[in-house]
Antibody
Framework: EVQLVESGGGLVQPGGSLRLSCAAS????????MSWVRQAPGKGLEWVAN????????YYVDSVKGRFTISRDNAKNSLYLQMNSLRAEDTAVYYC????????????WGQGTLVTVSS | SYVLTQPPSVSVAPGQTARITCGGN??????VHWYQQKPGQAPVLVVY???DRPSGIPERFSGSNSGNTATLTISRVEAGDEADYYC????????????FGGGTKLTVL
């Protein structure tokens, strides 16, 4: 059974940092692109970043460029999102999701982890 | 950057047909994917590559894509279909991005 389990969310002050993790199981993690998608309270879905199978390509939404870094460890079947210089507008549930290629749909999603940026 | 436009809400009576549109510049040249999201849950893929259905998704869910509009059609709507629906594409421009539409709240009257 495919499982994606996010962790690392919590309350952080503006300007602070947080590292999210996504533990994958039930499939060959190294064969998939992985993405982070977020959803602010009461708002729609917003894609944040994605990373190719071998980590050689990474793409980001403009609003997080220079602040967030996506990475993966295929040996540990894990995806990460390092979030620096956090802002109130980064408050959201963060989901990890997989796709076979960058243009493919997200066929499996985790249940999400909540990040709250507030003083 | 590429923009996808969805109506904020669509209402339909049980048993009727719901159509949710997703507008974008020449969207017909892209592959469109659709997700259903119920409150407190992660999104679920219901249609991919314009008109294909993942296993386990009822045949009542279908999709089309042409010109500047993609459409998700839900036939014989049931109360359990009430949810938010999002379209999504991959914009392979000079700055590649995944793009989601703003979402449509489907209300079953």
């Amino acid at each position: 059974e495919v499982q994606l389990v996010e962790s690392g969310g919590g309350l952080v002050q503006p300007g602070g940092s947080l590292r999210l993790s996504c533990a994958a199981s039930g499939f060959t993690f190294s064969s998939y692109w992985m993405s982070w998608v977020r959803q602010a309270p009461g708002k729609g879905l917003e894609w944040v970043a994605n990373i190719k199978q071998d980590g050689s390509e990474k793409y980001y939404v403009d609003s997080v460029k220079g602040r967030f870094t996506i990475s993966r460890d295929n040996a540990k079947n894990s995806l990460y999102l390092q979030m620096n210089s956090l802002r109130a507008e980064d408050t959201a549930v963060y989901y990890c999701a997989r796709s076979s290629i960058a243009a493919a749909p997200f066929d499996y999603w985790g249940q999400g982890t909540l990040v709250t940026v507030s003083s | 950057s590429y923009v996808l436009t969805q109506p904020p809400s669509v209402s339909v009576a049980p048993g009727q047909t719901a159509r949710i549109t997703c507008g974008g510049n020449n969207i017909g040249s892209k592959s469109v994917h659709w997700y259903q999201q119920k409150p407190g849950q992660a999104p679920v893929l219901v249609v991919y590559d314009d008109s294909d259905r993942p296993s386990g998704i009822p045949e009542r869910f279908s999709g089309s894509n042409s010109g500047n509009t993609a459409t998700l059609t839900i036939s014989r709507v049931e109360a359990g279909d009430e949810a938010d629906y999002y379209c999504q594409v991959w914009d392979s421009s000079s700055d590649p991005q995944v793009v989601f539409g703003g979402g449509t709240k489907l209300t079953v009257l």
